[in-house]
């Protein structure tokens, strides 16, 4: 599901940038990142980073997610496509890296687990690095040597605890820069105050200390950030145990009218011709440059103008937090007042689609680690800040920020090549902003479909429910979610699914309701049995999206399928708690109870394959830790050899999971209905 030998997806380079003044060997770093106790480190520095092979890190190869090493039973669980798709490529909308057949360079992501290596030198690809969720019993033994007790811990007191106001108290200089210009390791924190949130009903944060504004509007000092309310992923969700906010904010230029004069209608205006932009809805009556003093900018399909940031607090899942308690969370949706992550974009450079090139895969990174921050190879530098031992946010690694990259970048070229990673679903390098509810809706904190919780639930039950309904995939002509259920059959890209939503699933999933079979348990005692069984699931599982099941009453998405229990929460938040403990993030921030079955090896003979030897058999129920690659002397030396076993000729009709052309956007204000 990953990487031909002849792109770069997931490998490793540089951005010589001379725009930003790139060292590739001049002035020395330390002198540029001193601690900040030193008194020259308080000076202004310039922006520079250094170059650095990926080759040192432990995991070179941490830009390929966990995800990407699961089993798809013999193809009834495609997660793959949902990365790996030609659409926004093919149409030429914010990227150019299609990763589903239309590449010749690529190769087909959905067809072939074709994950590559650098050199012989370096640990292959093929080999699953992701130790936490791969063995849950190694994270468990790494715990007990750090002598915490995890019985002593009060989960819900901790992720209701804010870390988030400590680390923005750490960012030097003005929070209306992108850039704070000092070096130290919160150099690129984002410069968004969460003492100003939640945002206001309109979606603009607003403050009361004029410092952090950049005009006064009919509400108040306004920060020019603006929240947005999108439709959630298979990777961030309740669920999933991680839960997020999305924050956007546009140079001060898009601020103003033509006189230059701050106006809060002109940066509505601006923001909704970018919304439209990227998700491919400009009109022939749309301008073809942004509004006021932003008029000499043109507006570009697929792209964000040069100066877009991103701010991303990425949050533990409390099922109290619906908004309705400020002493709880004031966020709403789930999210808990205490973030696991913040992360951080910034666009500097603008690249176009067609511009992509063939990469050298054992190319240098281009990063900053004193600093926090790296170069995504796609126009934007990123930083993130994870929590230390203790909880407080820290400046993340370069493997660490690689993991993000792998996610949140592109291809384009430049002399001499850099570093790409990414995937076919991204629009200019983003995800949540294409699936932005439109227009006002959109506009306002994330509250993961208008969450609710029920306090009068026992923490066996599912927490509260959902009040927005599944919007309609644009391609697709279905509801998103339900193309979700109907291609995964599971709650995330891993293809599992919390027991309180299988359980739901299960009772309403019987003859009796008029189904053409009882839901089965998952049944792994053999090869033959876990295929018939997952072939029936999905079978099942489509007749329960084609009845509207998935829907209640109202035609909101049941909360069974998105919100989990008090219980399971907590229990989410205290395994990541001990990846926290042991900062264990380099081999796995996802962590499950037990080695889930898509980690196992479940094949007949006609479809086996053997460990990365090429010559050692696996056994039925063997957890997969490598697969087998090309050995020969050619240009495909080191690249997997394996099948993922979808099927990209078996119709939908017949059980087919294939979609080379799965587009991540919706047909605005339409929803399934019941």
């Known amino acids: 599901m990953q990487q031909n030998f002849t792109t770069l997806l997931f490998s490793a380079g540089c951005m010589l940038v001379t725009l930003l003044g790139c060292n590739s060997g001049g002035e020395s770093q330390e002198k540029i990142t001193e601690n900040t106790t030193n008194k020259d480190a308080l000076k202004k520095a310039p922006f520079v980073g250094t170059l650095s092979s990926r080759t040192l890190f432990e995991n070179p190869y941490a830009n390929i997610p966990a995800q990407c090493y699961i089993e798809t039973s013999y193809g009834t669980q495609n997660a793959c496509l949902f990365c790996h798709t030609n659409a926004p490529a093919r149409i030429k909308l914010g990227n150019t890296i299609p990763q589903a057949g239309a590449s010749s360079f690529i190769g087909n992501l959905q067809l072939n687990y074709s994950f590559g290596s650098v050199n012989q030198f370096t640990r292959s690809a093929n080999i699953n690095p992701w130790e936490n969720t791969l063995f849950p019993q190694k994270l468990q033994e790494a715990f007990v040597k750090t002598g915490a007790d995890d019985a002593k811990w009060d989960m819900q007191s901790y992720i209701r605890t804010d870390n988030w106001s400590e680390a923005y108290a750490k ?253 076919g679903n991204a629009i200019d390098a983003t995800w949540a902003f294409p699936r932005k509810f439109s227009g006002d809706l959109g506009w306002g904190e994330m509250n993961y479909l208008g969450y609710k919780s029920d306090k009068n639930l026992s923490e066996d039950q599912t927490a509260g429910r959902a009040y927005l309904g599944d919007p309609m995939n644009k391609n697709a002509d279905k509801g998103e979610y339900r193309y979700f259920l109907e291609h995964v059959v599971g709650a995330s890209l891993y293809g599992v699914m919390p027991t309180s939503m299988e359980t739901y699933i299960k009772s309403i999933v019987k003859i009796e309701n008029g189904y053409s079979s009882d839901w089965p348990q998952l049944d792994t005692s053999s090869a033959q049995q876990l295929k018939f069984n997952q072939k029936l699931r999905l079978k099942l599982m489509r007749e329960f999206t084609f009845k509207k099941d998935y829907l209640d009453e109202g035609g909101y998405i049941r909360g069974a399928l998105v919100f989990p229990t008090l219980k399971e929460s907590l229990n989410g938040a205290k395994g990541y708690r001990k990846v926290v403990a042991t900062q264990r993030y380099s081999k796995g921030k996802d962590v499950f109870s037990e080695t889930i079955f898509t980690y196992k090896y479940y094949r007949q003979s006609s479809e086996s394959y053997t ?33 993922t076993l979808i099927d990209e000729n078996l119709s939908f009709d017949n059980g087919g999971t294939y979609d080379s052309e799965y587009l991540p956007l919706f047909i605005p204000d339409t929803y399934e209905t019941k």
């Not at 947005?228 to 309740?238: D, E, K, L, Q």
């Not at 209608?265 to 942004?290: F, G, M, V």
């Not at 399909?301 to 949050?315: D, S, V």
């Not at 697969?627 to 690249?639: A, C, F, N, Q």
């Open 611 to 643: 460990h990365i030897d090429g010559k050692t058999l696996y056994k039925q129920g063997e957890v997969i830790t490598e697969r087998p690659y090309e050995h020969s002397e050619t240009l495909t030396k080191g690249v997997g050899t394996v099948a």
């Open 171 to 423: 960012r030097m200089g003005s929070s209306k820069e992108w850039d704070s210009g000092y070096s130290n390791p919160y150099r690129l924190f984002p410069g968004l105050n969460p003492s100003n949130l939640p945002a206001d009903d309109d979606g603009y944060v607003r403050t009361p200390n004029t410092e952090e504004s950049f005009f006064e509007d009919d509400k108040g000092y306004n920060t020019g950030w603006r929240a947005v309310n999108f439709m959630p992923y298979g990777i961030f969700t309740p669920h999933t145990g991680s839960v997020s906010g999305i924050y956007i904010r546009l140079k001060e230029i898009f601020m103003q009218d033509e006189t230059g004069k701050a106006n809060k209608q002109t940066y509505s205006q601006n923001l909704q011709l970018l919304e439209h932009a990227i998700q491919d809805r400009l009109e022939e009556n749309d301008p073809k440059y942004y509004y006021g003093k932003a008029s000499s900018i043109k507006v570009e399909r697929g792209l964000y103008p040069l100066g877009t940031e991103f701010a991303h607090p990425l949050h533990y899942v409390d099922v109290g937090a619906d908004g309705s308690d400020k002493n709880i969370s004031s966020f709403g949706g789930t999210r808990s007042k205490r973030v696991k992550e913040i992360r951080y974009m910034y666009k500097y450079k603008m690249y176009y689609p067609g511009e992509a090139t063939i990469k050298e895969e054992d190319g240098p990174l281009y990063f900053n680690e004193k600093e926090g921050w790296m170069d995504n190879g796609a126009g934007w530098h990123m930083s993130g800040y994870i929590e230390d031992t203790q909880g407080s946010l820290r400046a993340q690694t370069p493997e660490e920020l690689l993991q993000c990259i792998g996610c949140h970048s592109s291809t384009y070229g430049l002399d001499p090549e850099q570093f790409t990673s990414g995937t």
